[in-house]
């Protein structure tokens, strides 16, 4: 049993439990093999009831094994909080929730983390979303998928977050995610083609737009747009503002490519005629509202989000 033992120590966990189910297969009541198939599956299961089977068969062999009642304690800490978390959240004490479920957490190995962990992370995630808090929601479903890459509703919260924040192109990584494994979701589906509409209006703008400038700006005028737009969204400024961070990093990389053009004047003056050009072409077009993307789609933590939790079944309850 060394190599599984090996195995379970540097998170190989498959070969170790293929090594286990040899042996168990040999001698079904070895106590000390059934027990690390039963730490192994408390990594690997993605549904405690999973390894609380094997934790109750391991008992009727050995009452007394301590490992596997410290074990049984433990989970069951972890489902009274999770439930309690859940609880909260039903109550729209969303706060309280995530207080809970951070306490569930506690008990998790960070070194070597829990695959039934992931429905925890995405309910504190489902909470940080109904307080608008979408970078710690993102982050909190990026653990969740960490440890159970094929949990597509993980991938379909991710992807709305994405979208409360008007990133578009991950949005539609997390729905193509969601796809590959349900392949004829209609409303999985349906959600990629909305995000991909908006990602295309998205890349029709031009960079004055994106600063914040009217079409052919003098150069002046744009480097001061890009230093009153650069401090807002610089990363070690937004902390204090309310926006997201995520979307603020995004802005930041737009702004200085745009003004990595339009302040320097040959570029701005190839990039003009090629602007002219396209106006030209789209002026026959519907007018364009007079604000800017910015101004339109500029995203605070105290504003109200696109769409209520209860227009969004994925938001809408803990599991």
Known sequence: MGYAEASLH???LQKALSVVKIAINKDPNNIDVLWLNTRIRY???NEITEVLEHIKNLLRLDPNHQGAIELKKKIERTQ??????????QQKDYTA????YTEALSEEDKRLPTAFSAIIYANRAAAH???NNFD???RDLTLAI???NNYVKAYIRRGQCYEELILWEEAIKDYN?????EPFNPEFSSLLANAQGKLQQLQKRNYYEIIGLSPFAAVAEVRKAYRVMALKYHPDKVASTGISPLKADQLFKEIQYCNEILSDPEKKAIYDRELQFQLSNARFSAPQATTTYYQQQQYSYNNNPPQSSAQNPFFSNAW
């Open 80 to 89: 009274i909080l999770r439930q309690k978390g859940n609880g909260y959240f």
């Open 136 to 138: 710690d929601a993102i």
């Open 129 to 131: 979303k109904n307080l």
């Open 146 to 148: 960490e440890r159970n």
């Open 177 to 181: 995610s969601a796809l590959s494994q």
């Open 43 to 45: 990594h690997t299961a």
């Open 10 to 12: 540097i998170k190989n």
């Open 97 to 100: 929730a995530i207080n809970t």
